[in-house]
């Protein structure tokens, strides 16, 4: 665009392309906004939508807020506020190290961040609850919220005052509609006065709790507390996050006890008049949970028949997973008739299948994340048959369904029974290295989903060969397709869970590669986990991912497109996926392939991006860096704990099929230096064909 078009155009034009800038590149936006005060004025509709701010309440220091008003002063900024995000210290907060804290004060930054869930958020699957998923949701804590507390209910009490400053603050963000609470400790009773003061001339501020716990149900004896019970009973409540269970895991204090569900369940039958959005972890196989002593008595005087939940999601949570009492119960105090949203992350139960395609409907439902139970080592995916019946039924019964993710998705769950046409976006999730996505999958989806812009999926890689560019080339007939995140599983085709390894050699390997990787190994793991070095060659090989494998997978992708003359792709993305971790008769061996492996398997972005006259242009750009480098770091670690010198372990010759695949570009240049990846193999040319 020539810059003297820019100024011509009208600030609504200015204004969108200023919100694509937010959720795309926030830096450009940045950059607009300093070149002079009518870009500014525009820009900062979006650079001050959120604003987050880091509390750290083990500090006795107190409170200054003054120099961040007067920052939003004086760039007129507090009419744009529309989002707070308050948190503190976390697992992986960036300002924690080990079990210490590092902000000197107890409100001590204030940052302008693009906003992940923003309002007109594309993929309603990547939300602030996206890692909290799986058997352990421990494993993936990021949140400040789920630091564990212990404190009682009168400490409340004692830090309101030092909380007054943000309570003000609130009292001057006219647009404010959301805050996110994402602290350990209760939510303080000034900031609710604070949001209940707005309800009178304002749009009403929603109040979203990822901690959700009455520390008054903790107590001996009960002793009910005013604040809490303003709290569940306030407009402002929209959404709760709340860990259940009895479950020890590192402190058994991480786990409520079951009455918080009961809780639960009577919020959204109205005791908290405009709640919509709940997400709970680990319901722990407890289906009638009750309430303790007077509080049962006076929150049974506000119940309603049920609730009107937009948005339900399980997920973390037991080893029983969900079953059909789970669904029955959930069903029993909202209705699924108006539910919107709905995410199973936990492995859903034959029974749960059951009871939502006989006793359930869902007519409203247009987003759904739903965990399947994988195969075992006696339940293999040929005995799953009735399962695999149940999950189709289920899915042929959303008729508004726009978002889908399967996790653990398996091929006896047919796509093109399985998905709707009205399908928008698309995340397939297959059980760990078992099914990678083929052509005939693609068909599939094309011919059913004709709308489809947003898809996910696995990549089984082999080597950048035909087959392969084939698959990249059948992408490119989905006709609307616009993003692509594929996930890369660099592990060789034979292998295959639950059933039995395969490790055949190929017809390309040498001597070296046929010799194992463990020759000390005895001869009952040989039969089990035997594996040759050209095995671990082709994985090698598998896993490296640069920008000019990423262009070319691309462009691959571009030219189908181009020439049937079909909606052309915008971004992609590529992540390596963790199916590397197949298993290893000792740990320090898959430690030492983990390090080669994380060096090589980089995340790549591709965006198109116009360029005015001149056409458009493709911009690479390494993604998740840091998550890499720490995983080097933390495989190295490992190594080096494992391997100690009363514990010799054989050597592997890792570096040297590194370097049979990678010889020394230079003398003294490094294992990083020297790496490319492999090229996509060249198509046979062809006659322009239509799919």
């Excluded at 006989?358 to 439902?365: E, M, Q, R, V, Y």
């Excluded at 190295?636 to 010198?645: F, G, H, L, S």
Aim: glycine share 6%.
């Amino acid at each position: 665009m020539d810059p003297g078009t820019w100024t011509t155009l009208p600030q609504e034009l200015k204004a969108q392309v200023c919100e694509f800038l937010y959720g795309t590149h926030l830096s450009s936006l940045v950059n607009l906004a300093i070149t002079n005060k009518d870009n500014y004025d525009v820009a900062a509709l979006f650079l001050f939508r959120t604003i987050k701010i880091f509390v750290n309440e083990r500090d006795r220091s107190q409170p200054n807020l003054q120099k961040y008003v007067r920052h939003l002063e004086c760039f007129e900024a507090k009419k744009h506020v529309r989002r707070l995000v308050i948190y503190g210290p976390g697992w992986s907060s960036p300002v924690r190290t080990g079990f210490g804290y590092e902000r000197p004060s107890f409100i001590r930054t204030l940052a302008y961040i693009p906003d992940p869930e923003r309002e007109n958020n594309e993929n309603p699957l990547r939300t602030r609850f996206d890692k909290l998923t799986g058997v352990d949701v421990w494993d993936n804590i990021i949140h400040s919220a789920f630091v564990p507390d212990t404190s009682p209910v009168g400490t409340a009490y004692q830090l309101n005052e030092r909380w007054r400053p943000l309570a003000n603050l609130i009292r001057q963000l006219p647009m404010l509609g959301d805050v996110i609470y994402q602290c350990s400790t209760q939510f303080p009773p000034c900031l609710l006065a604070a949001l209940h003061e707005r309800q009178s001339g304002w749009p009403r501020c929603r109040l979203h709790i990822d901690a959700f716990k009455l520390r008054c149900l903790s107590s001996e004896p009960l002793a009910l507390d005013p604040h809490e019970l303003m709290l569940i009973a306030s407009p402002c409540l929209h959404s709760i996050n709340i860990r259940m269970g009895r479950r020890a895991l590192h402190n058994s204090l991480h786990w409520l006890h079951d009455s918080h569900l009961g809780l639960v369940f009577r919020l959204v039958r109205g005791i908290a008049p405009n709640i919509k959005e709940v997400h709970v972890a680990g319901t722990n196989g407890t289906r009638n949970p009750s309430l303790r002593g007077g509080l049962a008595a006076l929150l049974e005087k506000g119940l309603q028949g049920k609730g009107s939940l937009s948005c339900l999601q399980l997920y973390g949570g037991t080893s029983n997973g969900i079953n059909g009492q789970d669904i029955d119960s959930w069903g029993t105090h909202t209705d699924f008739t108006v539910l919107r949203t709905l995410k199973l992350d936990s492995e859903v139960a034959q029974s749960a299948l059951e009871t939502l395609v006989n006793k359930h409907g869902f007519p409203s439902l247009e987003v759904l994340s739903i965990r399947l139970r994988p195969p075992t080592w006696d339940i293999v995916p040929q005995d799953m048959s009735a399962y695999f019946l149940l999950v189709k039924r289920f899915l042929q019964n959303l008729p508004r369904l726009i978002t889908l993710k399967i996790t653990n998705w398996m091929n006896g769950i047919s796509l093109d029974r399985a998905l709707g046409s009205s399908l928008r976006i698309l995340w397939l999730e297959p059980v760990r290295s078992s099914y990678g996505l083929t052509p005939q999958h693609v068909a599939q989806i094309r011919e059913r989903c004709p709308l489809l812009k947003d898809l996910t999926v696995v990549v089984r890689r082999s080597k950048g060969d035909l087959l392969e560019r084939a698959l990249y080339r059948e992408l490119g007939t989905l006709p609307k397709l616009q993003h692509l995140s594929l996930k890369m599983d660099p592990s060789r085709p034979d292998y295959s869970f639950p059933t039995a390894w395969n490790w055949s050699e190929d017809e390309s390997f040498d001597d070296f590669d046929r010799e194992p990787l463990e020759p000390d190994t005895d001869s009952h793991v040989h039969d089990l986990w035997f594996e040759r070095k050209g095995h671990v060659r082709d994985v090698f090989i598998n896993s490296a991912i640069d920008e000019t494998l990423t262009l070319a997978i691309f462009k691959a992708i571009s030219e189908t497109k181009e020439r049937n003359n079909l909606v052309p792709l915008e971004k992609l993305e590529i992540r390596l996926t963790d199916a590397y971790y197949y298993p290893h008769p000792t740990s320090w061996v898959r430690c030492e392939l983990e390090t080669y492996i994380a060096m090589l398997g980089r995340s790549w972005q591709v965006v198109r991006i116009p360029r005015g006259s001149s056409g458009q242009v493709l911009l690479a750009q390494e993604i998740d860096k840091g998550e890499r480098e720490r995983a080097i770091r933390r495989s190295e670690e490992n190594v080096r704990a494992i391997k100690r010198p009363m514990h010799p372990n054989p050597p592997l010759d890792l570096e040297t099929i590194f370097r049979r695949i990678w010889p020394q570009r230079r003398e003294g240049s490094t294992l990083e230096e020297d790496w490319r990846s492999w090229p996509l193999s060249t198509p046979t040319p062809v006659a322009s064909s239509s799919y």
